[in-house]
């Protein structure tokens, strides 16, 4: 099993920008589809975005299509999240997760708890 580690997170004001990391070591990063969820105290785990293998197909939950973009860099075994014009409400702890059988785009729509790999996650404050 590919073993997941995020950095990147912390306190940002509203409108400002983070670039989340999710590294992946143990297993063959190219052959996993790769994803951001996130968990906001008291909410369940929602998705946020996933990229296929190839980094060819992206797909994003609409509370942040057009502000995130989600990248991989299978050379560097890496995923990245880039979260601009950041809101109060995307405070969360944002969690990297890893799967070979779900296709990403019914990561959304998918109980988030099939997915095979997850980080322990990186807390992103957005203050007002």
């Known amino acids: 099993q590919v073993q997941l580690v995020e950095s990147g997170g912390g306190l940002v004001q509203a409108g400002g920008s983070l670039r989340l990391s999710c590294a992946a070591s143990g297993r063959t990063f190219s052959n996993y589809a790769m994803g951001w969820f996130r968990q906001a105290p008291g909410k369940e785990r929602e998705f946020v975005a996933a990229i296929s293998w190839s980094g060819g197909n992206t797909y994003y939950a609409d509370s942040v299509k057009g502000r995130c973009t989600i990248s991989r860099d299978n050379a560097k075994n890496t995923v990245y999240l880039q979260m601009n014009s950041l809101k109060p409400e995307d405070t969360a702890v944002y969690y990297c997760?890893?799967?070979?059988?779900?296709?990403?785009?019914?990561?959304?729509?998918?109980?988030?708890?099939?997915?095979?790999?997850w980080g322990q996650g990186t807390l992103v404050t957005v203050s007002s």
């Open positions: 997760a890893a799967d070979r059988g779900v296709g990403p785009s019914i990561w959304e729509h998918s109980p988030y708890r099939l997915l095979e790999a």
